[in-house]
């Protein structure tokens, strides 16, 4: 029998071991939301060596001997996120290290879905300039940028406290300490006001500037975009009129495309498969265990996608493909068709469902369209792209045309 540890790197290894709880020396009491105490078993070194609060906490001159530790500032469900994201913020700088692209992306995809939390902890602050410049550089970060710039200021902050080097913060200093990750940083979607508030309570009044002058003179065509969530969804309301359809129903919208995305599922509308009232004084429901056999279709023109499967329960309302399509930028609409056909051998049967008004929602990059309709879908999933493997000289860096005295230094 394999070992579990061999086809794992460090990283991998260490959530592994987390998730199983092996050689965990702490356990961590929460409550969670509904109210109930539950244990979170952990190691205290991993917790010490992503936290300086827990490094205090465990061993610091206060620290509690024993090995339980009542959390009361955090939920259950807050607390084993936070140190999920300790581990992921590790992961990624070990990712970049070695080139492991599948483990890079997956860390990015953890930190992309919980980015606002991400922002807020310690292990942000302790993340390699590497490893900052490529969370920074993602289209789907997505969090306030005037929450971005703070952040820099503090983690520029912290690092420069382990050089020992002076804390009185320059433009040019605060360039130098990001490296790269300065040029993600976009300061071009901040209003004044925004920028002034961040730039108060780090940078002397003098040093503005040079940050109007590097505004002014950044080309970059993503200084001033706005950045976008990693999952986006499109709902559909429903009305309050019932249809009745025979046997077969199909919804179908139009998708318009600015910019590549992905289309990762969709979730189905509440409806019902009843007898036909016409042979049965009862509209009762059919139970899908008797025979009843109910097939959705989908189909995405013009990929030429076709996707089909019988469904076991009617609670079953969320379908997600194996791998998400990729809708490129075009022109012309992405059709998607879904269609839902019931059968069961010896009775007629009856689709009950609601009518939607003609209606539209827009995405961040991109709009999708439908007609009244009877609707048997209720939300369409979609994963926008992170462009994090743009090339690095995408982004300009004109720091040699910087006119700054550094004697702040």
């Known amino acids: 029998m394999e070992a579990w540890q061999e086809k794992r790197n460090l990283a991998e290894s260490v959530t592994y071991a987390f998730d199983h709880s092996l050689w965990t020396d702490v ?17 205290k070194m991993m917790l010490a060596s992503r936290s300086p609060v827990f490094e205090a906490m465990l061993f610091g001159p206060a620290a509690d001997k024993g090995n339980t530790i ?41 930190i992309d879905e919980n980015a ?33 710039f703070q952040r820099a200021i503090d983690w520029v902050r912290r690092n420069s406290m382990e050089d020992q080097a002076p804390l009185n913060l320059t433009f040019r200093r605060f360039r130098k300490m990001l490296g790269s990750a300065f040029n993600y940083i976009r ?21 503005m500037v040079y940050f109007m002058h590097y505004t002014n003179n950044c080309t970059n065509e993503k200084f001033k975009e706005m950045r976008m969530p990693k999952i986006e969804s499109v709902e559909i309301y429903t009305g309050y009129n019932i249809k009745k359809i025979k046997t077969s129903v199909t919804s179908s919208f139009l998708i318009k495309v600015n910019k590549t995305m992905f289309c990762k599922g969709i979730k189905l509308s509440d409806f019902s498969i009843c007898h036909d009232p016409k042979l049965d004084q009862y509209d009762r429901r059919i139970d899908l265990e008797r025979g009843l056999s109910l097939t959705i279709e989908i189909r995405i023109y013009p990929l030429g996608f076709s996707y089909r499967t019988t469904l076991k329960s009617l609670a079953q309302l969320t379908i997600k493909f194996k791998n998400p399509l990729q809708l490129e930028k075009s ?57 994090r493997d743009l090339a690095e000289n995408d982004v300009e860096d004109d720091d040699d045309n910087e006119e700054e005295d550094d004697n702040g230094d």
Not at 27 to 43: D, F, M, P, S, Y
Not at 89 to 99: F, I, M, S, V
Not at 358 to 387: A, C, Y
């Open 331 to 387: 022109q012309r609409h992405y059709e998607l068709y879904v269609t839902a056909t019931v059968k069961l051998p010896s009775l007629t049967l009856t689709i009950e469902t609601s009518e939607v008004d003609k209606g539209s929602k827009r995405l961040h990059v991109g709009k999708v369209e439908w007609s009244s309709q009877p609707l048997i879908v209720s939300m369409i999933m979609f994963t926008n792209l992170s462009d």
């Open 116 to 148: 606002s939390t991400v922002i807020q902890t310690d292990g942000f602050l302790m993340m390699s300039q590497n490893c900052l410049m490529y969370v920074l550089k993602g289209d789907t970060f997505h969090v306030d940028e005037k929450k971005i």
């Open 27 to 43: 356990e961590l009491v929460c409550t969670n939301e509904n109210g109930e105490t539950l244990q979170i078993k952990a190691h």
């Open 187 to 207: 300061l071009g979607s901040l209003s004044f006001l925004e920028f002034s508030e961040c730039a108060e309570r780090g940078f002397h009044s003098k040093e």
């Open 70 to 110: 009542q959390i009361t500032t955090f939920s259950y469900e807050q607390m084993d996120l936070l140190i999920r994201i300790e581990n992921v913020c590790e992961r990624l700088d070990l990712a970049l290290q070695y080139d492991n692209a599948s483990l890079r992306d997956a860390a990015c995809d953890f």
